[in-house]
């Protein structure tokens, strides 16, 4: 499902973001990629966005082969994945249904689809009662439970998370993650870049470790593992 | 592109045209400039066109006679002239009907300048003759210009030459301006629209996250500036009739010249050019602009 082989990029200061990366995440796996700040963490997600282009080796995901796409298939392999970042990301002039709704317009979806899906979605993430609601009107866990609701509206296979509970209290962080667990159940795979400890610590899934661009831990049911 | 789109793509422009209006208002005004300016040289130059025609069609030809021509020769020439079949008709002109003629073109006014004509005039005798089609002057002057006694053959060319020259001219220095002005309005176009796309660069980014396709970010921006340039159009065009109807009132009153174009012909025949070249316009300017905000 996605596949790293022998992944290296090495940006314009000759520094290597990533060396050799290789490593392969099966259909329906949740995995937590931990690491130090600078370890290369966001380089791989970006290159899981097709953001940043890898300077060798090869990234397979689904049935994209992410080094030789073309530009535009690009927007095609996006609505594959859903994307949630620590920043929400959020329409600052829309309200939360149209936040999500913009997902599904995007992309061209009918309306009919749209008004039988965002309800659904909305509902899911526990934000029915505030879809008129406009993002500054909201929490900062309510408006990632938004981003979440539109990164899972287009029903992805492979949702990436960048840092989803760093700008949240442990408690908000608490029903965001629980709400990425039952969005694992339902079959979605679900990529976690994240510096939480005691999320990673207790939810026992897979945790791959970088450090200075390269794998040093991949491990099934793993902890955090690093002294804070 | 699904209805449900265009009807998003729509209702995004308008707010954006609203959200910058004052730009959007300065860059319809520059498309209007320019159009308006491109408007007057094309209704100099049509009106001169028809002045072409309306002396070519009048099939004149005026031959001057030489002071000394012999009896033979006029002869000779009234000759030809009789049995050319595609002469119409043709009168002479003897030098007092010219001193006449020229007295009624001059006016009481100017009457002094021709105090002394009548002892000694000046001007040739003269054949008018009409050809019967235009296309037939230039033979009718070949078959009478190699026989004696001739000082000068006149038809409509020589005004037509002088005419064309004069809109040569005329048609280098009003494509000239134009290309400039095409250049400035293109500039403010795509500034609007620069500001509209960097405002909205967030929301962009957004976009191409959730995978939307380069063209489904574009086509608002292209439609803000299509509505940029098509009212500046609509604005050159009205400016123009209004103006065009004005004057051209005035100057019919003045001169009686019945061949000039009708202002009718700017809101029926040119509206539809301008509203072309006003989206032209837009479009480009606006493409050009958001080029370097896609790569996300």
Not at chain 1, 152 to 169: A, F, K, Q, R, Y
Not at chain 1, 205 to 221: C, H, N, Q, S
Not at chain 2, 47 to 54: E, K, Q, Y
Not at chain 2, 55 to 61: D, M
Request: charged share 25%; glycine share 8%.
């Amino acid at each position: 499902m996605i596949s790293f082989r022998n992944v290296s990029k090495i940006y314009n200061n000759k520094v290597a973001a990533l060396s050799n990366i290789n490593m392969e995440i099966d259909r329906g796996e949740f995995v937590f990629l931990v690491g130090p700040s600078g370890a290369g963490k966001s380089t791989l997600i970006k290159m899981l966005l097709k953001e940043v282009e890898p300077t060798a080796g090869n990234i397979q995901i689904n049935d994209f082969d992410l080094v030789n796409m073309k530009r535009n298939e690009i927007p095609y392999y996006r609505r594959k994945i859903g994307v949630v970042f620590q920043d929400f990301r959020l329409i600052p002039t829309l309200n939360v249904y149209e936040n999500v709704a913009f997902a599904m317009r995007v992309i061209e979806a009918p309306k009919k689809i749209i008004r039988k899906r965002v309800p659904m979605v909305l509902s899911l993430t526990g934000l029915s009662s505030k879809f008129k609601a406009f993002p500054n009107e909201l929490s900062g866990g309510e408006q990632q439970r938004v981003s979440l609701a539109r990164a899972i509206v287009n029903n992805p296979s492979i949702l990436i998370c960048d840092e989803p509970t760093g700008n949240l209290d442990p408690d908000t962080a608490e029903g965001i993650m629980e709400i990425l667990n039952d969005i694992n159940h339902a079959g979605t795979t679900v990529v976690m870049a994240t510096h939480a400890r005691e999320i990673v610590d207790r939810m026992q899934k897979r945790v791959i470790a970088l450090e200075k661009g390269m794998v040093v831990r991949d491990e099934m049911k793993g902890g955090y593992g690093y002294e804070a | 592109m699904k209805l449900n789109t265009l009807k998003y793509f729509m209702r995004d422009a308008a707010n954006s045209l609203k959200r910058n209006k004052t730009l959007s208002i300065s860059s319809a005004t520059t498309v209007m400039a320019t159009l308006f300016i491109l408007g007057i040289f094309l209704l100099v130059m049509l009106n001169v066109r028809l002045g072409i025609l309306d002396v070519e069609s009048r099939l004149e030809i005026q031959v001057f006679l030489q002071k000394n021509i012999t009896a033979e020769q006029k002869t000779a020439l009234e000759e030809k002239i009789k049995e050319n079949s595609n002469i119409k008709s043709y009168t002479f002109e003897t030098q007092e009907m010219a001193i006449k003629k020229l007295e009624v073109q001059f006016g009481k006014d100017y009457k002094y300048l021709m105090e002394g004509f009548e002892k000694d005039n000046p001007l040739p005798e003269s054949y008018i003759i009409k050809a019967d089609k235009p296309e037939n002057v230039s033979k009718i002057v070949s078959s009478i210009s190699p026989l004696g006694g001739i000082e000068q053959i006149k038809d409509g060319k020589e005004i037509v030459d002088k005419l064309i020259a004069a809109t040569n001219a005329l048609k280098w220095v009003g494509l000239g301006l134009f290309i400039i002005l095409i250049g400035v309005s293109l500039f403010l176009i795509g500034n609007t629209i620069k500001i509209a796309v960097f405002s909205r660069r967030r929301e962009i980014g957004i976009m191409k996250f959730i995978g939307a396709t380069d063209w489904f970010i574009r086509w608002p921006f292209i439609m803000e500036g299509a509505v940029i340039g098509i009212l500046g159009a609509l604005g050159a065009d009205i400016l123009l009739y209004l103006g065009y109807k004005y004057l051209i009132t005035k100057i019919q009153k003045a001169l009686i010249i019945s061949t000039l174009l009708q202002p009718g012909y700017i809101l029926i025949s040119l509206l539809p050019y301008f509203l072309i070249l006003g989206l032209i316009i837009g479009c480009i300017g606006s493409i050009i602009s958001i080029k370097k905000f896609l790569d996300v």
